[in-house]
T-cell receptor, first 111, second 114 residues
Framework: SQQGEEDPQALSIQEGENATMNCSYK?????LQWYRQNSGRGLVHLIL?????REKHSGRLRVTLDTSKKSSSLLITASRAADTASYFC???????????FGAGTQVVVTP | EPEVTQTPSHQVTQMGQEVILRCVPI?????FYWYRQILGQKVEFLVS????????KSEIFDDQFSVERPDGSNFTLKIRSTKLEDSAMYFC????????????FGNGTRLTVT
């Protein structure tokens, strides 16, 4: 399979807590990207991590990539109710930038 | 910040009819994509478009589908003879540099085939 698989499928936390979700894959990648989708809306790009990178940060987001284990993780620190959304990892394996999405992790942050 | 715009936001059509979904990508982007998401399922790649031609397409993108960039700004997806199973959210996306740059998505067109 050239798609990532996210784990867990759903995550429910309280405001202020950290949320961690994982993405595993089976193929070689050019890069791996994380996107957020609010219900019924388009996907918003969060972070792109290249295959030769191990960690990237953006605000309260931290992404790691372990190509030897073919896995990535997304950490959201100090979560807020506004972080409630579905989070998807997407693999890029070709030169055209085609994204191959996993099924996503649905995160609910309660005040 | 520049954004990808899609019209219409909702489209209801009868089975067998043709629909055209429209997108205006970000103006300096060179790579264009269509994805779809059936309710409750994952986002699926349909087609990528670069230099005025299809660069890659999925198994879903059969002869029923076509894409066009009729002018310098619009990017359209045409679905001929729609089927019930074509009901989905259709997302347009664009990127500046292909594989090493992020995709910017529109808010989608919800297509309902009755």
């Amino acid at each position: 399979s050239q798609q990532g698989e996210e784990d867990p499928q759903a995550l429910s936390i309280q405001e202020g807590e950290n949320a961690t979700m994982n993405c595993s894959y089976k193929t070689s990648i050019n890069n791996l990207q994380w996107y957020r989708q609010n219900s019924g809306r388009g996907l918003v790009h969060l972070i792109l991590i290249r295959s030769n990178e191990r960690e990237k940060h953006s605000g309260r987001l931290r992404v790691t990539l372990d190509t030897s284990k073919k896995s990535s993780s997304l950490l959201i620190t100090a979560s807020r109710a506004a972080d409630t959304a579905s989070y998807f990892c997407a693999l890029v394996t070709d030169s055209w930038g085609k994204l191959q999405f996993g099924a996503g992790t649905q995160v609910v942050v309660t005040p | 910040e520049p954004e990808v715009t899609q019209t219409p936001s909702h489209q209801v059509t009868q089975m067998g009819q043709e629909v055209i979904l429209r997108c205006v990508p970000i103006s300096n982007h060179l790579y264009f994509y269509w994805y779809r998401q059936i309710l409750g399922q994952k986002v699926e790649f349909l087609v990528s478009f670069y230099n005025n031609e299809i660069s890659e397409k999925s198994e879903i993108f059969d002869d029923q589908f076509s894409v066009e960039r009729p002018d310098g700004s619009n990017f359209t997806l045409k679905i001929r003879s729609t089927k019930l199973e074509d009901s989905a959210m259709y997302f347009c996306a664009s990127s500046a540099q292909g594989y090493n740059s992020p995709l910017h998505f529109g808010n989608g067109t919800r297509l309902t085939v009755t």
